[in-house]
């Protein structure tokens, strides 16, 4: 990765490549920024960055020098652009303003419904500057599904665009809301961002004393459960995410270092083109934007043509979106006859890209580092990743853990460590970790256990540290990236008349990775179309969670030993049989 700023610079002069882990131990004794102690999390020893700023707000004064003293161009979306002491000066009025007009305190939790507007990432930093915790609400949610979360996370103050205003409205009253307008919201709302940001009293950041282990944020993320789980992070878990990435950055250089002659690296730039209420856009992009000084562009909708322009004319050095989008970009840029040298790390997250992709893209964009990953909202996004050669030479692993910080072990389901090669749980340690599931003790006990997380994805590891991800345990579809839980699409399902059982699956899609399947069991003599089943279900479910398939019977769906329903009996059979889809 392209990022690190005067971090790696510091050891450019070493001339000799050291292996991977003989430049993460060099980089941790050599520079305090990355030296690493011993810090008791909630009862539980881990290893942690000693010397990295402590809360998610003061990463944004930890950036000002790497963006010339707030003077770099850092924020541009579409033809507006802010520097980053014009950024700097809105968060801090805002969060001004949500003190002394809205009378909102620390601990209190605002939460955020809108696209990806420069607005966003202000609202971001100005509650957590202000010691509030953000609630993160999915932007294609429906009314219900908003509802929902607003209940779980108490949140009673809510920034919204005109689309999601319009969602949250019919909830306004029974819940108690206080609606602030964004954009095309601000003509419909009494109180807007414009009016809150300019008449606050200073611009200068808000004295409030927030501890490291805090909460900074509660992100929904969909998992076994019918509803979507408040995953709640620290302002630790994300600090250490990002200083752990940021690393990398100090690292490369040593590993492979420059020529003699070589330029100096341009300026990081990153291309957001994935939803700011998902952690893959907000943590390894944004917020490691702020100390690596690296510059954010924002695209209102993916558009791959549109991207390929972006990155060509601003020499955007960095993107990192679902699998699907480099696949698009690829095509728009063959397409277009550019080869976008200026991107140097092409990541992949949300979901596995096609290891045939990863030559592809290698071909078709020769400068760019072709990466993966896996991380998850209960990490912070941290985890696991590899680019480049190593990627090219192993296009179905994952990687390798990101360190220093993280420990990994691989269970079985008695809790013990597998051996090599065989398949056990991805179980992980590290501050990183969230710290809670919200109002779920017990998912939150099944889960976080001692410290270490288990994630419900089964996965090998080999001899030199490779990580390749077989299974999940977990009863979820990912969809371009989007997590969507079977058990919450089913509900959705029995709630027609003629639905007596219904079983969900993930179906494989060439352009999103997996789509949503369904097969229903029906009533004695009802019949229904996939055209009439997705007209029921819009409103009840956010579009991306309807099934693109769907399979109807008049006989009992296929039942295992503990005549519990065999999803995967079902969907085997679903696959097989492709001219029974409706």
Not at 87 to 113: C, K, P, S, Y
Not at 173 to 188: F, S
Not at 400 to 414: R, Y
């Amino acid at each position: 990765m392209a990022l690190g700023g005067e971090h790696a610079e510091q050891f450019c002069g070493q001339m000799n490549a050291m292996t991977p882990e003989e430049a993460v131990r060099h980089v941790v004794a050599t520079d305090p920024v990355f030296a690493v102690h011993d810090v008791e999390v909630r009862g539980v020893t881990v290893k942690a960055f000693k010397n990295i700023p402590q809360t998610v707000p003061a990463l944004l004064a930890a950036g000002w020098a790497q963006h010339g003293d707030g003077q770099l161009e850092y924020l541009a979306y579409e033809d507006e652009s802010y520097t980053y002491a014009e950024f700097t000066e809105t968060v801090n009025r805002l969060a001004h303003a949500l003190q002394n007009e809205l009378g909102l305190t620390q601990g209190d939790r605002i939460a955020v419904a809108t696209r990806n507007y420069p607005e966003f990432l202000a609202i971001m930093l100005a509650v957590s500057s202000m010691g509030g915790i953000v609630v993160f609400l999915n932007a294609w949610w429906t009314t219900e599904e908003l509802d929902y979360a607003l209940r779980d996370s108490e949140a009673k103050v809510v920034f919204a665009d005109g689309p999601r205003r319009e969602n949250l409205l019919p909830l306004q009253n029974a819940l108690g809301l206080t609606l602030i307008g964004i954009r095309d919201a601000e003509a419909e709302t009494e109180l807007t961002f414009s009016t809150l940001r300019d008449g606050a009293n200073s611009s200068e950041a808000p004295a409030v004393a927030i501890d490291t282990d805090d909460d900074f944020a509660i992100m929904y993320s969909s998992g076994t459960t019918g509803h979507p789980k408040g995953v709640v992070q620290t302002h630790r878990g994300a600090v250490n995410a990002v200083f752990s990435w940021l690393m990398q950055s100090v690292v490369a250089p040593l590993v492979t270092p420059p020529e003699p002659d070589a330029p100096e690296p341009p300026r990081p730039s990153a291309l957001v083109v994935t939803p700011l209420f998902h952690v893959t856009a907000t943590h390894p992009l944004f917020l490691l934007s702020l100390p690596a000084g690296a510059k954010i562009t924002l695209m209102r909708k993916w558009d791959a043509k549109e991207a390929v322009r972006l990155i060509r004319d601003n020499s955007i050095t960095r993107l990192l979106g679902v699998p699907t989008q480099s696949a698009e970009l690829m095509e728009a840029a063959l397409g277009m006859g550019e080869t976008l040298p200026s991107l140097d790390y092409l990541g992949a997250g949300g979901a596995k890209r096609p290891g045939a992709q990863v030559a592809q893209l290698a071909k078709a964009f020769p400068n760019a580092g072709v990466a993966t990953g896996w991380g998850m909202t209960e990490t912070n996004a941290l985890g696991i990743g590899m680019i480049g050669d190593d990627y090219k030479a192993r296009p179905e692993s994952a990687g390798k853990l990101h360190p220093p910080l993280q420990e990994l072990k691989l269970l079985d389901d008695a809790g013990r460590e597998v051996p090599l090669g065989e398949p056990g749980e991805i179980t992980v340690k590290s501050p990183a970790n969230m710290r809670c599931y919200l109002n779920k003790p017990e998912a939150t006990a099944e889960a976080m256990q001692d410290g270490w997380l288990r994630t419900g994805d089964l996965a090998v590891q080999d001899a030199e540290g490779y990580i390749t991800i077989v299974d999940r345990k977990k009863n979820i579809i990912i969809r371009g990236g989007e997590n969507i839980a079977c058990l919450d699409v089913e509900g959705a399902l029995h709630h027609h008349p003629d639905v007596l059982e219904a079983a969900v699956f993930p179906v494989p899609d060439e352009r999103l990775g997996e789509a949503v399947g369904a097969a229903v069991q029906l009533r004695t003599g009802a019949s229904i179309s996939h055209a009439d089943m997705v007209a029921f279900l819009d409103g009840h479910l956010a579009k991306f969670k309807i099934p693109a398939h769907l399979w109807v019977q008049h006989g009992p769906l296929t039942r295992g030993a503990t005549d519990k329903i065999d999803r995967r009996a079902i969907r085997a059979t679903c696959l097989d049989n492709q001219e029974a889809k409706v």
